[in-house]
């Protein structure tokens, strides 16, 4: 049975730094700190989300290219962690449920930085209340509402086919000759 969750969000004390003066390594403890904060209070979170919430946690708003290099190195610490879904990069913990999913509410996150794995799980949810076997078209549009969206668009309809490439790769979900789906 998939749960619906509410979203929790991992709050840091901000410090205000500069990107070189993060990069200088005197912070790299704090840094893996918030990583493995923000893992264990998010996951799944996807590898963009995460860099997005630790970078704010220092005043910092964008992830150029030495930023990433330097997260790169540190991040190697949480590789038991990640998992690469439909082309994503999504850090777990070992603590969360993999059988639920977070509806999305105002400035938590975008549609693509929702991981597969948990847009899956929407789809799962979907097929355990109709129990009947349902067209692509009609769980796209319980999709859309489960997730809290009330319109579409091309980042919508992306998440939803990785989720399902997902939920058939991991046998979640099935499809029939009739190209139906079902449990």
């Given amino acids: 049975m998939v749960e619906k969750l509410e979203y929790k969000v991992a709050h840091f004390e901000r410090l ?22 923000c893992i264990d209070t998010e996951a799944p979170i996807t590898r963009s989300l995460l860099l997005k919430r630790v970078v704010n946690s220092f005043g910092l708003f964008k992830v150029g290219w030495r930023l990433d290099n330097y997260f790169k190195a540190i991040l190697e610490d949480f590789s038991g962690q990640l998992e690469d879904e439909c082309g994503v990069a999504v850090y ?4 969360e ?48 509402g489960q997730l809290g969206y009330s319109k579409t668009g091309n980042d919508l309809a992306e998440l939803f086919t990785r989720a399902l490439t997902y939920a058939l790769d991991q046998g979640m979900v099935c499809k029939s000759k009739a190209g139906t789906f079902h449990l």
């Fill in 97 to 144: 449920n993999r059988h639920s999913f977070r509806p999305n509410t105002k400035d938590i996150r975008f549609s693509h930085q929702i991981p597969p794995s948990e847009a899956a799980n929407v789809i799962v949810a979907i097929l355990e209340a109709s129990s009947r076997r349902m067209r692509r078209k009609d769980i796209y549009n319980f999709f859309l």
């Fill in 92 to 95: 777990h913990s070992p603590c």
């Fill in 16 to 37: 205000s730094l500069a990107s070189t003066t993060l990069q200088g390594g005197d912070y790299d403890a704090l840094v893996r700190e918030r990583i493995s904060a």
